[in-house]
């Protein structure tokens, strides 16, 4: 029998639901993850978006799952069981939660499930420049990368700049600033697995 999936809520609805559901005012949210409550309200109201390090902060902040963030109503008990049950998550390309910054377009994958230690992200890097990118990215854990498509300059704080090609693949950690640069003027994407700890 095939189950019919229910549309995923946008971010802006499933932060709006899922901040609410815990009974905290945006400054109180605000205050608990140290963003202004004028991005929370812009995330809320779809004018703004979230990097991947401010949605970890967000999701502690509220005490849930990143996942949670991206489907509030789609809380799936099966989904949470404890990190030792055996558990699957296939995510089609299509059905990935796509957020778009200043510096990428992430397309989060296996958000069914629950409190699981590694986040895996295909983005698509948009910026050029390290002027361009802003601040550096950082947030818990370790990373790993593998470039898809063209090629990627990774830069980060305590090493030179490297040039990444199709196949090629870093791994670091991510608490040391880093970001992802296009590097050639084919589309330039990656998957990313970030590791919490």
């Known amino acids: 029998m095939s189950q019919i999936m229910k549309p995923r809520l946008s971010l802006a609805e499933s932060l709006r639901t899922v901040r609410k559901e815990c009974g905290l005012t945006l400054a109180e949210l605000a205050s608990r993850t140290g963003l ?20 970890v902060q967000v999701g502690e902040g509220l005490g849930v799952d990143i996942a949670r963030l991206f489907d509030a109503k789609g809380h799936n008990p099966e989904a949470s069981r404890s990190a030792h049950a055996r558990r699957l998550a296939v995510t089609r390309i299509v059905d990935a939660v796509a957020v778009e910054s200043d510096n990428y377009v992430n397309s989060y994958l296996s ?7 590694a986040n895996p992200i295909v983005s698509t890097v948009k910026t050029k420049t390290i002027e361009e990118f802003g601040e550096w990215i950082r947030h818990e854990g370790e990373e790993f990368a593998f470039v898809i498509e063209g090629e990627i300059e990774f830069c980060c704080e305590d090493y030179a700049p490297v040039r990444l090609k199709q196949g090629d693949s870093v791994y ?26």
């Open 111 to 117: 958000m069914d499930l629950l409190r699981k230690r």
């Open 172 to 197: 670091f950690d991510s608490g040391m600033g880093h970001a992802y640069l296009a590097a050639s003027e084919a589309p330039c994407r990656i998957l990313s697995v970030c590791i919490r700890e």
């Open 36 to 55: 202004p409550r004028t991005t929370l309200s812009k995330v809320e109201n779809g004018k703004a978006s979230l990097t991947y390090e401010k949605l």
